[in-house]
């Protein structure tokens, strides 16, 4: 699944929501400044390369699918776009002072992940992950589209609990002063930006063609019920730990 999201490189970016300022001024306030050197792993097509960019630190994103890839450098020629999946990258000798990844974690490999973001890092440097959660402002608009999807396609596809990311790598036992920082937002789509936005998602991704158009066919005519507009409730953790000096 790491490089199915290229499928939707073109439109990716645009249906995505980005990340608040306010996410920046907690890395940098945690780190206690900005770091001289930066790298986001998974980097996508650049979300949060835009926010991260605003920290000022020269910048390497390191990114397996090279369809996701060009777009990334078409938007962010100053960054250094490195076409590799994060467990076949080697990082600079010593380290680097700061290791970013946002709406990746998961992507990638749980038995090492951990171990190879601490890897990447000098002693001190931090670690900085952080995700979006998908939730509605309405009870009633979030019953009705979740019944839609089920409408469509029965098969359920479960979150992982809200503290997930915290417990990944507090757990790993490899970091120190782990901390968890959360921002929400309301944010209002168009039935035509909620449907534009749900076939970005990796299960969407993986139906077959004739499923995901009966699926967007189902939440769009859902959201024209509710008069054309659904107001996500937009959860972003921001996960910070430190490696031990």
Known sequence: MTDVFGE?????????????????????????????????????????????????????????????????????????????PFEEWPPPPGGVPMLACAMAWHWLDPATRTRRAR?????????????????????????AIEAAFESADPVRHRDRPEDWLHADIADSGLFSDVRSVSFRRAVPLSTSAYQRLVATFSPQLKRPPQLRA????????????????????????LVLARRPA
């Not at 009966?214 to 953790?237: M, N, P, S």
Request: one cysteine or more; aromatic letters at 6%.
């Open 214 to 237: 009966r699926v967007l066919a189902a939440v769009g005519a859902t959201v024209d019920g509710f008069g054309g507009t659904v107001t996500l409730d937009l959860r972003t953790t």
């Open 119 to 143: 890897d990447a890092l000098t002693p001190g440097g931090t670690l900085a992950v952080f995700a979006h959660r998908y939730a509605y402002v309405d009870p009633a608009q979030a019953a």
């Open 8 to 84: 939707v490189a073109a439109s990716y970016d645009e249906a995505r929501p980005g990340y608040p300022a306010a996410l920046a001024d907690a890395i940098l306030a945690y780190h206690g400044g900005p770091p001289t050197r930066l790298v986001e792993v998974g980097a996508g097509t650049g979300l949060a390369t835009a926010l991260l960019v605003g920290l000022g630190a020269p910048m390497t994103c390191v990114e397996p699918d090279p369809r996701m890839a060009e777009v990334l450098a078409a938007q962010f020629p100053q960054v250094d776009v490195v076409v590799s």
